[in-house]
């Protein structure tokens, strides 16, 4: 029990702490700045909606008001399976900029996708989602950034804004979060993009199949399969609120992360060194997450079995694990009272990722097919 307590510190340490600074270090290192150029390749923006009448104006007159030439820049908004309206909404709109691709049943975002690819045209495509307002500086930032011959699809920065102490432990992954992803940008690539806003080389992406969760994470894996970098822009600005409702973050983040087992289960060789150049990475930003919620738990009988069996230290250490939790579940209970005690914070976003990712396993086991996402409500992020 004293080895596995070690070796499950270890690796949740190195999960959390080690590859961070192993991404720092090889920056330092090898960095591996972008060539960019002023060049404006012409870009196809693509959209996917499945019931966002709501939203949708709004998006259409903030992708219409980027700072892109208009005859460079065209919209395509694909409805999947919209009983609302959002269809004659787009085709409605006062432009001639806006392409309408309408599926009358629902087919779920990947399938989407991978019907749309073919019909564009354009040097880049630019994913996007209807709920995020895009900084108008955002799509010359990802066109200078592809602009390196060496990079396949860039990555814009998600910044969120918290109102409320569950909003704001959200609000602190998402900054350790970006804090890897300029890492793994600076010394390489990412392992995978903010699904909010990125963009890629159209002729780089392969066939996307129906039924992938994170289209995201799919796209830039195939591209950098391919040879390319997959770069981080933080120029590149998309901005949400974090929501103060933590049940839709806890589906949201299960649905994720129940989106690497699915990635896992249909491209294994994800996961094997050298069969994919990003594999590596992949453990130390992915793979080792899905593993830490059971290493915790393997640490916690372990310190448990040894403190039982009269070992002083153990005792100690056990105290200290159960203090933690304790905090997190105050953390995530009185999120309000949490607001200005950063421990407790933390601790709580940490100990509601771990079970998401315990949880995540779960519903993929139950239902593997399983990829139709469910639009967040403006209420559940204003509230």
């Not at 939203?55 to 259409?60: H, R, T």
């Not at 395509?76 to 909404?89: K, M, P």
């Not at 073919?118 to 994913?127: E, T």
């Not at 933390?346 to 315990?358: D, E, K, P, V």
Request: proline residues 5%; positive net charge.
């Amino acid at each position: 029990m004293n080895t596995a307590f070690w070796l499950a510190l270890g690796m949740v340490a190195f999960t959390y702490l080690g590859y961070p600074a192993a991404m720092a270090l090889l920056a330092r290192l090898r960095p591996r700045p972008l060539r960019t150029s002023a060049h404006l390749p012409s870009i196809d923006v693509l959209l996917v909606v499945h019931n966002g009448a709501q939203q949708l104006p709004a998006k259409l007159d903030n992708l219409l008001a980027l700072d892109y030439p208009p005859d460079r820049l065209r919209i395509n908004v694909v409805c999947d399976g919209c009983n609302d309206g959002t269809d004659a909404i787009a085709r409605q709109y006062p432009s001639d900029r806006i392409r309408v691709l309408a599926f009358a049943e629902r087919r779920g975002k990947s399938a989407c996708i991978g019907s749309a690819l073919p019909s564009l045209s354009a040097d880049l495509v630019l994913f996007n989602d209807v709920r995020q307002r895009i900084d108008t500086g955002a799509a010359k930032a990802l066109a200078a950034a592809l602009s390196d011959p060496r990079v396949g699809a860039a990555s814009g920065e998600l910044m969120l804004e918290a109102d409320n102490g569950y909003g704001r432990g959200v609000d602190a992954y998402w900054r350790y979060e970006k804090m890897i992803r300029r890492l793994e940008s600076a010394s390489g690539s990412l392992v995978g993009a903010t699904g909010a806003l990125y963009a890629a080389r159209r002729d780089a992406i392969a066939p996307v199949p129906a039924g992938v969760v994170l289209d995201d994470m799919w796209i830039p894996l195939g591209i950098a399969a391919a040879g390319y970098r997959v770069v981080f822009v933080p120029q590149a600005l998309a901005y949400d609120r974090a929501t103060a409702d933590a049940a839709a973050e806890e589906r949201r983040k299960r649905r994720t992360l129940a989106g690497n087992y699915q990635l896992l289960h249909r491209w294994p060789q994800l996961a094997i060194p050298g069969a994919h150049p990003l594999a590596l990475r992949l453990w130390g930003h992915k793979w080792l997450r899905l593993l830490a919620p059971w290493l915790l738990l393997l640490m916690l009988l372990a310190s448990l079995w040894l403190a039982l069996r009269g070992s002083a230290f153990y005792q100690s250490v056990l105290a200290l694990q159960l203090l933690a939790y304790a905090a997190a579940v105050v953390g995530l209970r009185w999120p309000a009272a949490a607001t200005r005690l950063l421990p407790v914070r933390l601790a709580g976003a940490f100990l509601s990722l771990n079970t998401s990712a315990m949880l995540a396993l779960m519903d993929y086991l139950k239902n593997p097919h399983a990829h139709l996402w469910q639009t967040t409500r403006l209420e559940d992020v204003r509230r």
